[in-house]
C-alpha cells in the first residue's frame, strides 16, 4: 500500500506525532509503516537480534540506543534477518552498520548515522515499553508510518 507522510498529515495531522528530521534513510525500501515494537538499550544490540529473529510481518522495530554514534546496532546481517522474518522497516535511534550492503536490501532503515564499530554483548535492554526521542512517543502497538520525508506516529492504523 503506497501512502506519503505529507498526506497522512494533511489528512490526520490533528491526531498525529512528527519526529524531529534527525534520521537518514538506509535501505531500498524508503517508504514502510506497521505496528510499533520498541527496545531501549545501550550500545548492545544482543535483543535487537532476538527479537529481529520473531515474526515481524506488519510491524516496525523501534530501538533507543540512547542516541550513540560509538559502535553499530544493526549491520546487513540483522538487515537481513529483519527481511527474513518479515519486518516492515527499523527506526534505530543510534547507528548502523554495512550501509552499503543495506542499501541494496528492499527494506526501510532510519537510522542517526554510521559507524563500523560493533556493539558490545551483554544481552541488556528492555522491550515493549514507551519510548522518547525525536520529539515523540514511541508506544508500543501505535503505528508508525515513515517514508523519505520523516517519521510520523498515530495512536490507530490510517491504511
Not at 503506497?2 to 519526529?19: K, P, R, V
Not at 530501538?63 to 518479515?86: E, I, K, Y
Not at 554483548?121 to 512517543?137: M, P, T, Y
Amino acid at each position: 500500500m503506497t501512502f506519503t507522510t505529507s498526506d497522512l498529515w494533511d489528512i490526520h495531522g490533528d491526531t498525529l506525532a512528527c519526529a524531529a528530521p534527525v534520521f537518514n534513510n538506509y535501505g531500498m525500501a524508503q517508504c514502510f509503516h506497521g505496528q510499533i515494537v520498541t527496545l531501549k538499550l545501550f550500545e548492545d544490540n544482543s535483543l535487537v537480534r532476538e527479537l529481529l529473529k520473531t515474526n515481524g510481518q506488519g510491524k516496525v522495530l523501534i530501538v533507543d540506543g540512547g542516541g550513540s554514534t560509538r559502535c553499530a546496532l544493526v549491520g546487513d546481517q540483522l538487515a537481513q534477518l529483519a527481511l527474513d522474518n518479515h519486518w516492515s522497516g527499523l527506526i534505530i535511534y543510534g547507528s548502523i552498520r554495512d550501509s552499503t550492503q543495506i542499501s541494496q536490501m528492499p527494506i526501510g532503515i532510519k537510522a542517526l548515522n554510521t559507524c563500523p564499530v560493533k556493539s558490545i554483548k551483554r544481552n541488556e535492554g528492555q522491550v515493549d515499553i514507551s519510548l522518547n526521542f525525536a520529539g515523540v512517543n514511541f508506544i508500543p502497538g501505535q503505528y508508525v508510518y515513515s517514508d523519505a520525508d520523516g517519521i510520523i506516529v498515530s495512536e490507530s492504523s490510517l491504511l
